[in-house]
Every structure is written in C-alpha cells, then in structure tokens.
C-alpha cells in the first residue's frame, strides 16, 4: 500500500459519505424519506469495493482506530487515516454549506 494512493482514497470516500450524509439527513426537501440507510449504506459499499484493498476502507477515524486496535491496519498508518478522514469530512461540509447556507445543523 502506497500511504498517498491510501490518503486520497480515504480522503475522497470521507468526503462522499459525509456529503451523502449531510445531504439525505439535514436538507428539508429529504424530510418524509426513507431511503437515508440505502444511500449511507451503498455509499460506504461503493467505497469498499472501489479502494478497500488501496485503504482498508475506514472512512471514519474511529473505524481506523478500532481497525488498529485489531490489529487490521498497521499503527504506523494511523496518522493517514485520521488526517485524511478528517479533512475529507470538513472539506465535505464547506462544499456542502455552499449553497445551503440555511441548513439547520444535524440533531
């Protein structure tokens, strides 16, 4: 695993899920549906599929974190997962924030 295919892969699928989340759980126009858990979920599975042997496929610090206490990412990594997760999950809200400057925040 080279650590910046597996940074970009972890920062571009944190940014789809936490977009996909922000958008199906906070926008008014969504309130009534329920089809949030098949978009998070197939969100998720995408990512796992298209960059799980790239990554691991955490996509959320804790995941990464848990995965190292198991012993399913290496520790010496750890940083890449929680660096690269967090600044896909902000650079995520800024985009989403953009045009729905009026979004109450989730509850």
Do not use: C, H
């Not at 759980?25 to 009534?32: N, Q, R, W």
């Not at 012993?71 to 997962?81: E, I, K, T």
């Not at 896909?88 to 989403?96: D, I, K, W, Y």
């Amino acid at each position: 695993m080279l650590p910046y295919w597996a940074f970009l892969a972890e920062f571009l699928f944190t940014f789809a899920l936490v977009y996909v989340v922000l958008n199906v759980a906070t926008i008014d126009a969504t309130k009534g549906n329920s089809y949030f858990g098949l978009a998070i979920g197939f969100t998720v599975l995408a990512g796992a599929f298209a960059v799980g042997q790239v990554s691991g496929a955490a996509f959320n610090p804790a995941v990464a974190i848990g995965a190292s206490i198991r012993v399913m990412l290496p520790w010496s990594n750890l940083w890449l997962y929680i660096v690269a997760e967090l600044l896909g999950g902000a650079a995520a809200a800024l985009v989403f924030k953009a045009p729905n400057p009026t979004s109450p925040p989730p509850s």
